[in-house]
């Protein structure tokens, strides 16, 4: 009898150490932590822009606890969706190449203002016909040549008449941060500015200008607050959407 309930336990033990590790691995997934995750199903989360709903995609609001300079609370609302559309004209010309390896297979973005209505940020997912060894290579480029600190890759934001973000245009882009992920055939973008037209001589990227001892126009506005925020959001629920896509949470 005792070699019987030996072995029981052992293999009670064993499925156990699986689903604590499994259940680890799901939720570094999910909330981005650095590590081994397990990548998604390509060829379907792909294809998920065509189902989710845009409120999903992009929800009417974000809100951000300690997401401002100073640990700030912040809010945003969204102003502006765009129809999806393929990559053309959608990047300055060295993003675009910088890019296309991974290809396009649609692009999505929509548009947030911040509670006082004056700073904008366009946020992007850029869906990509490229396979996990694809997206990772990018992400290696995009890692070793800092691609994401030069001001000649800055995303182009999106803006739409009668809004807050009716003036956002390429002269008025601040602030910015570009993500390839590595578990979905995604790039998530975001490019933030000041809603009231004016230029920014100098541009930062998010990475920086939320630096505490940062002095530029981006950093003391929040703007790369808001470009790491709205870019946070908006990937963690597009990983909790394609984990349950592509079954990853069942």
């Known amino acids: 009898m005792r070699g019987p309930v030996r072995t029981a336990a052992a293999a009670v033990c064993l499925v156990l150490g699986f689903g604590l590790l499994g259940g680890a691995a799901a939720g570094a997934w999910l909330t981005g932590d650095p590590g081994e995750r397990p990548a998604a199903d390509y060829a379907e989360a792909r294809s998920l822009w065509h189902e989710i709903p845009v409120d999903t995609l992009f929800p009417r609001t974000l809100r951000g606890k300690g997401a401002g300079p100073g640990r700030a609370d912040r809010r945003w609302t969204r102003v502006a969706v765009a129809p999806d559309a393929d990559c053309r004209n959608a990047f300055d010309p060295l993003l675009a190449q910088a890019l296309s390896p991974a290809g396009c ?145 069942r």
């Open 105 to 249: 297979e649609r692009l999505l973005r929509a548009t947030y203002a911040d509670e006082t209505g004056s700073g904008v940020t366009t946020v992007g997912l850029l869906f990509t016909e490229a396979d996990e060894k694809g997206m990772r290579a990018l992400r290696e480029r995009f890692d070793e040549d800092d691609l994401e600190l030069r001001a000649d890759l800055m995303p182009r934001p999106y803006a739409a008449r009668g809004t807050a973000a009716a003036r956002f245009g390429d002269a008025q882009r601040a602030s910015w941060t570009i993500r390839p992920l590595t578990d979905a055939p995604v790039v998530v973008y975001t490019v933030s500015g000041f809603a009231d037209g004016r230029t920014v001589g100098d541009p930062q990227p998010a990475s920086e200008a939320v630096l505490e001892d940062q002095t530029t126009a981006p950093a003391q506005a929040g703007l790369g607050h808001d470009a790491r925020g709205i870019a946070d959001r908006i990937e963690r629920g597009l990983r909790r959407i394609v984990a349950q896509g592509t079954g990853q949470d």
